[in-house]
């Protein structure tokens, strides 16, 4: 069978991107909730919220150090494996990243030192200014980040001159169409996603019968959270899909295996495409609610696949399958959100067994849910690459198809060892625990596990 160097090179970037997007996710979530808890303690005085920040700084550390690493890989895939989109594209890219170092990157550069190391260095306000700094840097990182990604899904503020790209406008390029949908959309999967993993770390500790005050405090934070930002996520997705439909109306169809233009489409819950024969196996439909939800009218027209050239289309079923994944974990969360509250007005939070086991073994779901929801963007946009302007096609190098394997052999290798060693630490810092803080002045319940230390 002859490789094909166009889709090796794409296989390699989604590859360096699955991996390095989990860091981030995490990041700006941790970084965020460092800085609120930090702001309670130096508010409320007490102890078990500083508890809390110096507990997840570790865990943070580590992930911001791998997103750093994993993330400087891309930029150099650009020049390697899409020279022509970079010489091309470079106008508008080059700029955006460069504004994400200078902005972002050298926020979080400067003031991290300060947020890891600066405990009883410098002043509480100080180092407390020092976490919002760092966290407002890393959501100017996905900022810029998104600006650039969701530019090349609805480019705007550009004209094309010898084939390549001059912006005319800078404020259309940055906030162009998709961009407050996607960032808003990211910014909530990140919280999210970091909600779930607390929750999860709380369940282990109260099942485990460790670090119970500490626990049920994250614990009861991470699950009010979730019960307020699964909802708010559920209806940025719902604005992020009309606009979508508006735009890339073509992505949609393959969310939804439509094939032939329909009014009063119907939802399909489960299909087998079949991107051959234009069509689904194994339907299984709900009448009009296809329609209802994307265009809120319950006979509204919905573009099929069909509508377009087949080389036009992007490929249907992980776009079909990543999209009903991402949105099956979506309800299984706001499931979950909102049982933990219902439990926790019973007063049974902290001690069902059964919810708390559901809930550490939840820990991966966010990341798969926003892995699978970039699965759904950017396959969902082939086979353009800047939509409507650039295919993917015409923009990779010309690179000998053997090479690129090789070269995808070795990221596969080296990144699933880092990965290994990313979650040894992790896992490591979690069966130490929160280190003890000192009760003066307060009457709230800390651990007595670790010897006691004086709070910063």
């Not at 508010?43 to 700084?57: E, S, T, V």
């Not at 180092?127 to 890393?138: D, K, L, N, P, R």
């Not at 993993?197 to 369940?203: D, E, K, L, Q």
């Not at 009010?224 to 719902?238: C, E, F, K, R, S």
Request: glycine content about 8%; hydrophobic content about 50%; aromatic content about 12%.
């Amino acid at each position: 069978m002859e490789l094909d160097p166009a889709l090796l090179s794409r296989i390699q970037f989604a590859l360096t991107i699955s991996f390095h997007i989990i860091f981030p996710t995490l990041s700006i979530g941790l970084a965020c909730y460092i800085a609120i808890m930090e702001g309670l303690w130096l508010k409320l005085r007490q102890p078990i919220y500083l508890q809390q920040a110096k507990f997840w700084i570790k865990p943070f550390a580590i992930t911001f150090g791998m997103g750093v690493v994993s993330g400087l890989v891309l930029s150099y895939q650009f020049g390697t494996n899409f020279n022509k989109f970079s010489e091309i594209a470079s106008p508008v890219i080059g700029p955006l990243l460069n504004y994400e170092v200078l902005t972002a990157f050298f926020l979080e550069a400067g003031f991290l030192g300060i947020m890891l190391f600066g405990w009883n260095r410098v002043s509480e306000k100080i180092h407390f200014g020092a976490s919002v700094i760092v966290a407002v840097g890393t959501i100017l990182s996905a900022f810029w980040i998104l600006a650039a990604n969701s530019w090349m899904h609805t480019p705007a503020g550009v004209i094309i001159e010898n084939d390549h790209i001059l912006v005319t406008s800078w404020l259309k390029v940055i906030f162009n169409p998709s961009f407050p949908y996607r960032f808003a959309h990211m910014l909530i999967a990140s919280f999210i996603t970091t909600l779930v993993v607390i929750a999860s770390v709380s369940s282990y500790y109260l099942l485990k019968k460790r670090h119970q005050p500490f626990a049920k405090k994250s614990l009861g934070i991470a699950v009010a959270g979730l019960v307020v930002l699964t909802p708010v996520q559920a209806m940025v997705g719902d604005l992020h899909g009309l606009n979508t439909l508006e735009h890339q109306p073509v992505k949609v169809a393959a969310m939804e295996g439509i094939w032939e233009t329909e009014q009063g489409a119907g939802l399909r819950l489960f299909a087998i495409p079949d991107q051959a024969q234009t069509k689904n196996d194994f339907e299984i439909i709900i009448p009009k609610l296809a329609s209802l939800i994307l265009t809120h009218d319950i006979n509204g027209t919905v573009q099929g696949l069909n509508a377009v050239p087949e080389n036009e289309r992007p490929p249907v079923a992980v776009v079909f399958y990543s999209f009903r994944l991402m949105l099956g974990i979506g309800v299984f969360l706001l499931i979950m959100a909102y049982l933990g509250l219902w439990l926790a007005k019973k007063g049974s939070l902290f001690t069902n067994t059964y919810y708390l086991k559901a809930l550490k073994w939840s820990a991966p779901l966010g990341f798969i849910a926003t892995l699978s929801g970039w699965y759904v963007v950017e396959v969902g946009r082939q086979p353009w690459l800047i939509q409507g302007l650039f295919r993917t096609s015409d923009l990779v190098t010309p690179l000998p198809a053997e090479r690129i394997l090789i070269s995808l052999i070795g990221f596969v290798v080296v990144y699933t060892l880092l990965f290994g060693v990313y979650l040894y630490f992790f896992k490591k810092l979690i069966r130490q625990g929160p280190e003890v803080i000192s009760a003066e002045n307060s009457t709230d319940p800390v651990d007595s596990n670790t010897k006691q230390v004086k709070p910063a």
